[in-house]
C-alpha cells in the first residue's frame, strides 16, 4: 500500500492537484523498465550523470532555505537535508556505477568527456535556487518539497511493481533508498514544514506556493522522461524537415 504522506488538509489538497501529474510519472515507460530490471543500462546511467548534477543544485537550494528559516529546527532539517543529498546519495552514485554493466555504460555515454546538465536539468536546477534564493520561504519551500514526496511515492510504486527483487536486479540498490524509512521521515517533516506554512500564508502568496510545487512536479516529470530519451543540446533536432 503507497504511503501517504499528507500532513494535513493543505498538503491533502496540493497532493490532489498534482495527482494528474504524478500519474503522468508513475506510467513512464521509464519508471516500468526499472521496476524490471530491463531498462537500458546507457539511459539508467545517464539518469543519475544527471541526478549528481541536480543534487549539487538542490543542496544549494536547501542551503538557502536553512539560511532564512526562522524556526531552529526547520533550519537544522534544511541544512542536514542538504549535506545528505551531497554524501548520502553521491555515495550511492558510486556504489551503483561499480557495477560493470554501468560503468560500461558510462563510459559509453561520456565517452571520456565531462558531465554536462541536460537542458532539463538546468532548467529544473535554475528554478529551485532562484526560487529558494529570491521568493518568499515558503515557495522555496514548497519548490524544493516535490524532489521528497515524489520520490518518497515513486519508491513505494516501484517496489510494488518490482516485486521480489533478485540479488542482480542492476537498479535494486537505486529502488531500495527511496523506499526506506529514513528517506519517509524526512520526507514526512518536509511535509509538515510545507503544512504549517500554507496554513499562516496570506491567499496570495499560499497561491504562488501551489503553483511552485505544481511547476518543480512537472520537472520531476520531465527529469525522468528526458534521462530516458538522452535528451542534450543538440539544436538540429528542432531543425524543420527538408523536403526534395
Same mark, same amino acid.
Given at each position: @500500500? +503507497?504511503?501517504?504522506?499528507? =500532513? ?13 501529474? +504524478?500519474?503522468? +510519472? ?20 545517464? %539518469? ?8 549539487? &543544485? ?8 536553512? #539560511? ?17 543529498? +551531497? ?10 556505477? =561499480? ?11 561520456? &565517452? &571520456? ?10 532548467? %529544473?536546477?535554475? %528554478? ?8 518568499? %520561504?515558503?515557495? &522555496? ?11 518518497? !511515492? ?7 511493481? =518490482? ?5 542482480? !536486479? ?21 511535509? $509538515? ?10 491567499? #496570495?502568496?499560499?497561491?504562488? @506556493?501551489?503553483?511552485?510545487? $505544481?511547476?518543480?512536479?512537472?520537472y520531476e516529470l520531465h527529469f525522468w522522461a528526458s534521462a530516458h530519451a538522452?535528451?542534450n543540446w543538440d539544436a538540429t533536432v528542432f531543425a524543420p524537415a527538408v523536403?526534395?
Open positions: @500500500m +503507497i504511503t501517504n504522506f499528507a =500532513a494535513g488538509p493543505q498538503s491533502t489538497q496540493l497532493w490532489n492537484q498534482v495527482r494528474p501529474i +504524478i500519474e503522468e +510519472i508513475e506510467n513512464l515507460p521509464f519508471l516500468s523498465q526499472l521496476a524490471d530490471g530491463s531498462l537500458d543500462p546507457v539511459a539508467f546511467t545517464n %539518469y543519475i550523470t544527471q541526478d549528481s548534477i541536480y543534487l549539487t &543544485g538542490y543542496a544549494q537550494a536547501m542551503s538557502f532555505l536553512a #539560511a532564512r528559516a526562522e524556526d531552529r529546527d526547520e533550519s537544522r532539517f534544511w541544512a542536514n537535508s542538504a549535506a545528505e543529498a +551531497i554524501t548520502v546519495e553521491e555515495s550511492m552514485h558510486e556504489e551503483l556505477l =561499480a557495477d560493470e554493466r554501468l560503468a560500461a555504460a558510462r563510459e559509453s555515454l561520456l &565517452g &571520456g568527456g565531462a558531465v554536462k546538465a541536460s537542458p532539463t536539468t538546468l532548467g %529544473y536546477v535554475s %528554478y529551485l535556487v532562484a526560487t529558494a534564493a529570491a521568493r518568499s %520561504y515558503g515557495e &522555496g519551500v514548497a519548490g524544493v518539497l516535490p524532489c521528497f514526496w515524489v520520490y518518497a !511515492h515513486m519508491g513505494k510504486v516501484l517496489v510494488e511493481k =518490482a516485486g521480489r527483487m533478485s540479488e542482480d !536486479h542492476p537498479y535494486r540498490t537505486w529502488v531500495e533508498t527511496y523506499d526506506s524509512p529514513e528517506f519517509d521521515e524526512a520526507t514526512r517533516l518536509a511535509v $509538515e514544514i510545507l503544512e504549517r506554512e500554507l496554513e499562516t500564508a496570506p491567499a #496570495a502568496e499560499a497561491a504562488r @506556493m501551489r503553483a511552485a510545487f $505544481e511547476q518543480a512536479c512537472v538522452l535528451q523536403t526534395v
